[in-house]
């Protein structure tokens, strides 16, 4: 097998194929040969070392890699239902950027008739992330504003459709001109290009009461005002911290990322109870142990688009060889929907 080991953090040239022995699966595992394995912005955050669920779980070497498509090569002596030659997906803590992954049955998936290897491998991690940080944390009403920030990533995609499937109005944040078509196509009531328009000032004339509910990934850039822009009863959702990530040739600017976590918000509990607003966070790589609510929300996910409410993510294939320019592109900050790396 081949796969993407990263042995020690920092820039893109730390991305090197390797040869490995063939996995063998423990009792309650699925072997899959993996066809295309999905590229997540917490990937780059691995490469860098500063992800901390990378070095809780695993450490240095890494695999990165958090959903696969593929497959079924053989199964545990205990699992029974999936035969091999089975094409599946699944969801992985770490390891997916591989030619082949052993991983617990519960984390893998049938797949639907109607999605590509590709289209698979994009779902599960932003879906996922989309549908907790809406369902599980903020629970809006039909009828709630909502503000996405990047709403043309992986995770903005799906957020922008969640909020119109639970009857939000929706207003998308993007941070180039070539991104606002993709979001109002999603289904966004309006988008706000933060390039050209002043964001708050257009985020005050759509929302003049405040929004119901932020998701932000953006961290220090944004924190700050998304909770000043909450209505009451509003629920800030965090879930990323990208706008601290400045890096040269992938490697993060230390001092600019102390001076940003210096100047990251603390919210005051005084202030969030007497105003009635909340803030939220959470992180998916520490979920896997609760493996009913993702099994639930893959559920969902997989009705809302075999029901045509969620379109699956726009997707741009890397060769696996090309790891690291399809790392360099999604930092580039320029990307729209997923990447995906493609294994021949
Ligand atoms: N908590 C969780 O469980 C969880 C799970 C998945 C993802 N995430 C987080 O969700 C965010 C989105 O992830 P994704 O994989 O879907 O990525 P993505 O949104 O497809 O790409 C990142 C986007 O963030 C914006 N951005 C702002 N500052 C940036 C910077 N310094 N470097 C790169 N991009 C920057 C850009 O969009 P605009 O300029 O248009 O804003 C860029 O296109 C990330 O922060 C990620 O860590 C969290």
Redesign the pocket.
């Known amino acids: 097998m081949k796969k993407i080991v990263i042995r020690k953090p920092g820039g893109y040239d730390r991305l090197v194929v390797e040869q490995h022995p063939d996995l063998t699966p423990a009792d309650d595992e699925i072997l899959v040969d993996v066809q295309a394995a999905g590229i997540?912005?917490?990937d780059c955050?691995t490469r860098m070392g500063l992800y901390a669920s990378a070095r809780e779980y695993v450490g240095y070497p890494i695999t990165p890699g958090f959903e696969v498509a593929g497959t079924v090569r053989a199964a545990g002596k205990t699992v029974s239902d999936l035969a091999p030659g089975t094409p599946v997906f699944a969801v992985t803590r770490f390891n997916g950027y591989a030619s082949q992954l052993a991983v617990p049955r519960r984390q893998v998936f049938p797949l639907p008739a109607t999605l590509s290897f590709q289209q698979a491998a994009a779902l599960p991690?932003?879906a996922l992330?989309a549908w907790y940080a809406l369902f599980e944390l903020a629970h809006p009403h039909a009828g709630d504003t909502l503000l996405v920030?990047?709403?043309?990533?992986?995770?903005?995609s799906m957020l922008v459709q969640m909020g119109k499937i639970a009857g939000c109005r929706v207003i998308g944040?993007?941070?180039?001109a070539h991104?606002v078509d993709a979001v109002t196509a999603l289904g966004a009531d309006a988008v706000i290009d933060k390039a050209t328009q002043h964001l708050w000032r257009e985020a005050e004339r759509l929302a003049p009461g405040g929004f119901h509910v932020v998701l932000d990934?953006?961290g220090v850039?944004t924190l700050a005002d998304s909770y000043r822009h909450l209505a009451a009863t509003g629920k800030l959702v965090m879930?990323?911290?990208?706008?601290m990530?400045?890096t040269r040739r992938g490697i993060p600017k230390r001092l600019r990322l102390a001076w940003d976590w210096l100047r990251t918000p603390r919210f005051s509990p005084f202030d969030l109870t007497t105003r009635n607003r909340s803030v939220l966070g959470?992180?998916?790589?520490y979920l896997f142990d609760h493996g009913a609510i993702l099994q639930q929300g893959m559920q969902r996910i997989l009705d809302w688009q075999a029901s045509g409410k969620l379109r699956l993510p726009a997707v741009t294939p890397y060769p696996f060889e090309a790891v690291a320019e399809a790392h360099r592109a999604?930092?580039?900050?320029?990307?729209t929907g997923?990447l995906v790396l493609v294994i021949d």
């Open positions: 997540n912005y917490a955050v991690a932003v992330t920030h990047s709403a043309a990533g992986g995770v903005g944040v993007v941070g180039a991104k990934a953006n850039a879930y990323g911290f990208h706008s990530l400045q959470f992180n998916l790589s999604l930092e580039s900050g320029q990307t997923k």
